[in-house]
């Protein structure tokens, strides 16, 4: 029995030696390349508002939220970046498993998050609740500082391409502009009428310019993952 304890305690002890370390390095990437999210949304913010001619009618502001969140306001839309603080692993049916890399190694399997969404900066400006936001990219980084992208348009740092190379400033700027581009193209739509036809009695007691009914560029249609 004793001799049996000891084998599990040494497991415990290796997997700590091994896991652990692994993903706090993993960790410690996806927070370095989080900080150059920051950086380089502060800078492009400040090179739009240099360049635009009406800066009065088009906004383009960068907030940093604290450790883990940033935002970009680029006219009506508001980007949120996200850096999620565990570290994931793919599971055995993810489409990564089908490339070298990832078999090569175990620790090759284990990522950090960025996640991308699209809001309506009204949406927060009016303090609309129960608006619908859109996850339009996230980044995945490894103990390496390999990475890929799944998101809307993100094409050129796909799955297929993990392990090949290293994420550095010139890939985050692509992604990042890639992202605004999209949300800029992802227009709202009138919903159908089914989605809006009943309405409660607290979202018309609101004041018409603070109004709380329910927004999405999408609701009431689906959104999903066909071109990521």
């Known amino acids: 029995m004793e001799e049996e304890t000891d084998v599990k305690l040494n497991q415990i002890i290796g997997t700590l030696e091994n896991k652990s370390v692994l993903k706090q390095k993993v960790y410690s990437n996806t927070f370095e390349v989080f900080t150059k999210v920051k950086d380089i949304l502060h800078e492009m913010s400040g090179q739009m508002n240099d360049t635009l001619t009406n800066t009065r009618l088009i906004k383009v502001e960068y907030r940093d939220r604290g450790k883990f ?7 009506d839309d508001l980007l949120i970046f996200t850096m999620h603080t565990d570290i994931f692993r793919f599971n055995n049916e993810h489409k990564i498993w089908d490339y070298p890399y990832i078999r090569a190694d175990w620790k090759n399997v284990y990522c950090g998050v960025i996640n991308i969404y699209n809001f309506l900066a009204d949406s927060f ?11 339009i990219g996230r980044i995945f980084v490894n103990h390496e500082n390999c990475f890929y992208v799944e998101g809307k348009r993100q094409t050129e740092y796909t799955a297929d391409k993990y392990g090949q190379i290293t994420i550095n400033e010139a890939c985050l700027t692509d992604i990042l502009e890639t992202s605004i581009l999209y949300a800029l193209n992802f227009d709202l739509l009138v919903p159908p009428y089914d989605t809006v036809k009943i309405v409660e009695v607290e979202q018309m007691n609101t004041k018409i310019e603070n109004s709380k009914i329910q927004t999405g560029k999408r609701l009431g249609y689906n959104f999903n993952s066909d071109d990521i």
């Open 69 to 75: 969140e940033a935002q970009i306001q680029v006219a």
């Open 125 to 135: 400006k009016y303090n609309r609740s129960t608006d619908e936001g859109y996850l």
